[in-house]
């Protein structure tokens, strides 16, 4: 096409496309000829040979979606060790990048809950998280200093409000007890007499009431709420 190229420019091409094969290069190179007016940049030649960036980041997504899958069925959610011939044997961390798209999802247990369903959208959501994770990985210290947290305080954001901690008093305590009912609280042997006086009255008071609605009874039931004084009998 008209343009010298240098040793040292000929070597770069060669590393960046060192991971086609050679039908992608033959197929790259043709099309180049064609269809290209200028000498093509690695990345146009990589698209010529149909390994678009995109393209190459959606077969990976797609590959890590497949390892959680797969790590989710050796090891379960509760990644509980696995014992044979007397030896433990642990579940291996998971890489960050995978373990990153995984929390878009919530995690294991998330995944874990996949249904034909919602997969398209699990998947979806898995993939774009996977893809972002380089991303957010060189991001990490400058969203640390922009969004810090620290002692229960969030500190004052650019154009946020601070946010003043709780006092001890009302900090719940993740493990605290339940307090032991006060013995003050407890019913004393006077109060549990009255109680069940009371309880004998009103069971005296039904039993009358019920004798009154038998055929020919003397005494109808009172209308005024059957308000009256128990004799003891």
Known sequence: ???AIS?????????????????????????????????PKIAELRD????????????????????ANDYLRRWGVDLLPIWSGGKETRAPAIPSRIDYALRRIGGLRGLNQVTAENRPFMFKDFCEAYNLAPIADAMAPKVRAKFPIADGQVKKLSNGVKVQPLPERERAEPHAKPKPMSTTQLPTDARLR????????????????????????????????????????
């Not at 094969?21 to 290209?36: G, K, N, P, S």
């Not at 010529?48 to 497949?66: C, F, I, P, Q, Y």
């Not at 009103?202 to 038998?214: A, N």
Request: proline share 4%; charged share 35%; hydrophobic share 40%.
């Open 1 to 3: 096409m008209g343009e």
């Open 48 to 67: 010529l040979a149909g390994a678009a960036a995109k393209d190459e980041r959606a077969v990976e997504a797609e590959a890590a979606w497949t390892f």
């Open 194 to 233: 009255d109680r069940r006086e009371m309880l004998r009255q009103q069971t005296d008071y039904v039993v009358r009431q019920l004798e009154t609605e038998r055929p020919g009874a003397n005494h109808p039931i009172p209308l005024n709420g059957g308000k009256r004084e128990m004799a003891r009998t």
């Open 7 to 39: 040793p040292e420019r000929l070597k770069i091409y060669a590393g960046d496309l060192a991971d086609l094969d050679r039908l992608q290069l033959d197929r790259a190179f043709a099309r180049a000829r064609r269809e290209c007016r200028f000498f």
